[in-house]
């Protein structure tokens, strides 16, 4: 197995952060065509899948091989550097440690045991009726706004109006964020759909999103919502999943 | 009971903010000339007085009822909106919600059954010696400087030289910060007078004044002192009461 | 016993924050020259010498006597004025009390009894054989660095190519950080050098250094490092000491 690479940090992170919002430590997929991580969350309620462009890499040679990874530590690296500088990559398989450099800084890191991390997730090819496609911007204020009164977010689509809303029912109170035709990218709604979901997790797979990054929400009737987008120049391909809550909850 | 009223979000929490520094609960009476809500904390050592004129409002309808409010979650929603923002409130007497918008948002909160909540104080009507009008930002240093050696601060004006003292002991050191009549917006100092107070609840009810407020300081000797402002191009007026400590304390 | 003096408070602050990072409590000299203070930590391991030339103040009279401070009040009322602002300092040995003005803001500091604070450390003369020049910026680099992987830290000079490395080992992972030739403003190192330093102290050292300073590091084989630095347009000399840790530790 061998692995060399080098590529801008700032893309390497935003590889990395939608893995590292869902679990610690991760397999990455070394092939021809770039880097591949998928995972899900040890509840079983949240998967990521990331892929990493072989373009988005200055030099780029791996062979097919996987390695195991503490995101933490990789992480704590990477902020050592600017997110235009560059970090090298080079796997040392004899000691299976993986040793990485940005400018003057070498760093040592030991890989972790493919073995002793948890499978990668199948993600299923699920047929969802409604497709919005808005800001991530837009998703963190429907999320803040949920987060007034309750634990769980609806992401709700009417197939009539073409308009999505984002509900949360509390104690006392309620929201209602309706976002009109107008005020989203698209909606392709084929019937109407809507779910009820997990604040928390939704709140952690949106920070990886920046705020302009174009989402697209693929949405149907108590059934998983996905979340699609990409980041550094679409080099960087995610996908979400999270398992709805039943609304009786 | 009807009342339903459109104003900028930037307005409204100027007007909530002096009281939920005291309280978080309270309830608005609802007139022809505009909301006025006056509270005291529940140690009965501070009380504040706002009235938001009627002019502030893009639109207003109201009849002259009293609703009880959770100021906690209704700051909360305003949160959600930028200061320029228009927020219109709407009363629901039937399902005694008031309902909440802000652009797509909707939020419906419910209200407190007012006999639940703390009765409004009387405002006892104190001749005091000496009006100092200085600003909020003096209004803070002062506090910053007490509290570097006490949790009480003495305020103090002198009617010879026309000069206002903030002071603290401590228990080895002291602070006197001297403000000259240079310093000061204004001094009218009839008699000599000086009184000592909590500094945290004087930090709580500065802490809704902006630098550049403009605050009159009506002070008399072991006597309550009178804070007086306006926020909002003088649309929302508020007045702030804080009983003393004994000075043997 | 006599002292009075004025002088800009980023100045005073800049001579106080190397010992503050270390105690306390501290005994200041108050010579013809200007003020000298110099205290080692409570545990033994870490040194300051800080001189603070006469020439810096407005004004300054002194009589070679010696004042006790607590430091964490001192700073706290120097916190009070801005960075160019005018602090005038005036002993009342009577009281045992130093008057502290601020433009209109007096403060009265209790001196400490100069007889309960720690004696003052002889700055032993050692004769190191590198001597590296940097910029704190690198050194607090080094630091993050290091803090990546373990709470010690080795500063290493190397004789042949005149390299300077920052390293630190961690159970599973590893650091090197290495300044070239070109990256340090100079290097003069007559043999290879390298010892092992508690990362605490070393960042307690390194905060009072601003971004820009130039740090002069003398370093030895298992033998403490000198730190040498000014600041406030070198009116403040500054030498910390630390003490190695033994390798195997």
């Known amino acids: 197995m061998s692995f060399s690479a080098i590529i801008p940090v ?9 893995i590292h919002a869902l679990v610690d430590e991760c397999k990455i997929r070394l092939t021809d065509d770039g880097l591949s991580i998928r995972v899900v969350d040890p509840a079983n309620v949240a998967m990521a899948d990331v892929s990493l462009d072989s373009a988005a890499f200055e030099s780029y040679d791996a062979d097919g091989g996987v390695i195991g990874l503490n995101l933490e530590r990789l992480t704590d690296v990477l902020s050592m550097g600017g997110k235009g500088d560059l970090v090298s990559l080079t796997l040392n398989e004899e000691t299976s440690k993986l040793d990485i450099h940005i400018d003057g800084l070498s760093y040592t890191l030991a890989l972790i045991d493919t073995d002793t991390i948890r499978q990668e997730p199948d993600l299923p090819d699920l ?56 005020d989203l990218l698209s909606a392709s709604v084929d019937s109407t759909a809507e779910s009820l979901f997990s604040l928390d997790y939704l709140k952690d797979m949106s920070s990886p999103m920046g705020n302009d990054t174009t989402v697209s929400v693929l949405l149907g009737t108590e059934f998983p919502v996905k979340l699609r987008y990409s980041l550094s120049n679409d080099h960087v391909e995610v ?11």
Do not use: C, W
């Open 127 to 182: 047929d969802l009726p409604a497709r919005i496609v808005l800001t991530g911007d837009d998703i963190d204020y429907g999320i803040k706004a949920a987060d007034l009164v309750s634990d769980h977010i609806s992401l709700a689509a009417d197939d009539d109006v073409q308009e999505f809303h984002i509900r949360a029912e509390g104690d006392t109170d309620d929201v209602d964020l309706a976002f009109g035709n107008e």
């Open 239 to 249: 996908q979400n999943m999270l398992a709805p809550r039943i609304q009786s909850d």
């Open 10 to 18: 700032g893309t390497l992170s935003d590889a990395l952060s939608p």
